[in-house]
């Protein structure tokens, strides 16, 4: 609790102790290049920047603040609350520093990795809290240092809470906010955005309210890009705060911090922290609800509605930053009833992006990860380059191995319990399998009830583009061929169609048809006889466990898969079925059977057995139909396998051949 907000964490960066302180892969080069970036022009804009140009547009935004869990669980469980509250739009979020938890390692809890994973693989514009407390110069710029190699661009510069009731200086370290702020800036120059706390009612340490404002006023001078305020109770609390600033020479961005009241003994252990005292009007209403914690709920967000409404009606409120408590449905529904909430269908581009700096560049990735994008991010971040490997070789794309299938931001997000509640308590048989696969397909409970909202591949309920397959896609998942990724093919459907559109207005969106499926032995025998038919229309890699493979992949070059054509652009092609990236993905893909699902399972049981042999003995089957403008071929070339198969057991069956 006591790091889970501003308001809790008595971030006294501008209390009266501040005055003091105050005084004191070769192809990407080699291969043509016929492709830019899709993003909007900004999409390179540090944070001050973003904010900024919303600010003069008169387009109002929010931002969210989380803190880090403690446990590993707790990890994954916020790393999909990054996914659900990002899809609304945040401008940025930040995470809170936490000195007892380890903030600066490599634990999967600390402040560092969870900032790190918001940016890197959850693609969110992110802020890391950093204090004082019990640090010296030297770690702090050990800290800085590894965040800017994380591609952590934005900090928030705070003093921090004391260890014990009083401050105790640090030997060699800093004892204020605005030192940080100088310091940073002094080893950093200008490469962080750096934001700063202010209070609206004064720190509860400062000398006078007056005061306080000086203060705020020396930390913006000394180099700090925009304030995030305490929280408050009242909109005229903060219009009042706000134009006291204004009124002694600060001009950055003022951000108000509101905090939805969420509980009953939450609020008062807030304000206990904090030094607030909860206006009358607040525990008059809530005294008599303390213990129904859903009428609590219901009151905060009316009343943190009403008094945004006042904020942004007042003219000087570009934005909105939530104090969260790591809780979803509060602050969602009070942006939504502000209007702020946006989960627009269309996409920059066909796949998830990362925020990191690094990244900004790619363009390109192959299909195969479109439904692991995190797992994509992670094998590919020691990369200096990514791959651009347009209409040349893509060379060995050198993708680095992914041995612990249980990076908490790779885990699924559902427990142990509900996937095999999902997956099966107990298999049969192959066909098992199928049912599971086909039950994910089609939205409908598995023979024991239940809904069946992910596979290893898969972490999520279909996409809407899948379910324009939806019947097709039932029908060979039930016979065996089990699909875990496709997509349907386009020929310039507008870039805002909200199923398949991606990329600025005013553009048109292509796709050729993709299947990717695991199948096997018998069936791969009969389509590789199958496809013989269907060259040079549909290209083919079909590879098992072991790396043993067929392909008609021209001189293993990359065939882009989707493109899009937009106004004032070169033609834009965003991803690609690529058989050297194929054969790296083979080894995850082969390997989610036995990580994600056969260890479920007791050791030798059948169910495990049964999945184990699929493992063993299936193949990973990817096609590509080049003629989009045409009718999908690809589910012909299934029923034709299939055709050929029956025709095979009717002349067993009538002794023709023996075998």
Not at 93 to 105: E, L, Q
Not at 400 to 411: P, S, V
Not at 482 to 507: A, E, F, M
Request: glycine fraction near 6%; include cysteine.
């Amino acid at each position: 609790m006591l790091q889970a907000l501003h308001t809790a964490n008595i971030k006294s960066s501008s209390s009266k102790s501040d005055s003091s302180g105050a005084s004191g892969g070769d192809s990407s080069k080699e291969s043509s290049r016929c492709s830019t970036p899709v993003l909007d022009a900004d999409r390179s804009d540090r944070l001050r920047d973003k904010m900024r140009k919303r600010i003069e547009s008169g387009d109002h935004w929010f931002s969210l603040e989380f803190f880090p869990p403690r446990t590993a669980s707790g990890a994954v469980n916020l790393i999909s609350r990054f996914d659900r509250m990002g899809s609304g739009g945040p401008l940025f979020i930040d995470i809170t520093w936490h000195p007892a938890g380890d903030p600066g390692s490599d634990k999967e809890t600390s402040s560092m990795m969870i900032a790190s994973t918001a940016v890197n693989y959850c693609g969110l514009e992110s802020i890391l809290h950093l204090t004082c407390c019990n640090q010296s110069k030297e770690k702090i710029t050990a800290y800085l240092n590894k965040a800017k190699h994380l591609g952590l661009k934005n900090i928030m510069a705070l003093r921090g809470d004391p260890v014990g009731s009083e401050w105790e200086d640090e030997e060699g370290g800093f004892n204020y906010a605005i030192d940080l702020v100088k310091h940073i800036r002094s080893e950093f120059d200008d490469y962080f955005d750096i934001c700063v706390a202010g209070y609206p009612t004064g720190h509860p340490e400062a000398e006078t309210y007056e005061a306080d404002i000086l203060h705020l006023k020396e930390k913006v001078d000394a180099g700090a890009d925009f304030v995030i305020s305490q929280l408050f109770f009242r909109a005229d609390t903060f219009l009042k705060f706000v134009n006291d600033c204004r009124a002694i020479g600060i001009k950055c961005p003022i951000v108000p911090g509101v905090f939805p009241v969420q509980g009953y003994q939450s609020l008062r252990q807030l304000a206990k922290l904090s030094k607030l005292e909860v206006p009358e009007e607040i525990t008059r209403v809530i005294e008599p609800i303390k213990d129904n914690d859903a009428a609590i709920r219901n009151f905060g967000i009316h009343q943190a509605v009403e008094m945004c409404r006042l904020l942004l009606d007042s003219g000087i409120v570009p934005g909105l930053h939530f104090y969260t408590l790591n809780r979803e449905v509060a602050t969602m529904e009070v942006l939504r009833q502000l209007g702020l909430w946006n989960e627009d269908p269309r996409r920059p581009l066909p796949w998830a992006m990362s925020a990191h700096p690094k990244r900004k560049v790619e363009d390109v990735r192959p299909i195969f990860w479109a439904s692991r994008p995190k797992s994509y991010i992670y094998r590919t971040q020691d990369w200096d380059d990514f791959p651009n490997g347009r209409w040349g070789n893509s060379s060995s794309p050198a993708f680095g191995e992914l041995n612990d299938y249980y990076l908490f931001y790779l885990k699924s997000k559902s427990s142990k319990e509900a996937l095999l509640q999902m997956w099966g308590e107990e298999l049969m048989n192959e066909q098992s399998v199928y049912e599971i696969f086909t039950c994910y397909i089609t939205a409908q409970s598995n023979p024991c009830g239940h809904k069946v909202l992910c596979l290893p591949w898969n972490d999520e309920p279909l996409a809407p583009e899948t379910n324009l397959l939806k019947d097709e896609l039932e029908k060979v998942n039930r016979r065996g061929v089990l699909t875990i990724n496709s997509q349907p093919n386009i020929n310039g459907k507008p870039s805002t169609d909200p199923i398949v559109g991606w990329g600025p207005p005013g553009g048109y969106v292509f796709q050729k048809a993709y299947l990717e499926f695991f199948t096997s032995s018998e069936n791969v025998t009969a389509l590789l006889k199958i496809l013989k038919k269907y060259e040079p229309r549909v290209n083919y890699h079909i590879v098992n466990v072991n790396g043993r493979n067929w392909t008609n992949a021209n001189d293993m070059q990359p065939n882009a898969v989707t493109w899009g054509i937009f106004p004032g652009r070169e033609i834009v092609q965003p991803t690609v079925v690529d058989p050297v990236s194929f054969m790296y993905w083979k080894d995850e893909a082969f390997a989610l059977w036995i990580e994600q699902w056969a260890k479920l399972y007791e050791d030798e049981s059948p169910s495990r057995m049964i999945v184990k042999y699929i493992h063993d003995n299936y193949f990973l089957v990817n096609l590509v139909d080049n003629d989009f403008p045409l009718e999908n071929c690809l589910w012909q070339v299934i029923d034709d396998m299939f055709e050929l198969l029956s025709e095979a057991q009717e002349l067993l069956s009538d002794g023709a051949i023996s075998e």
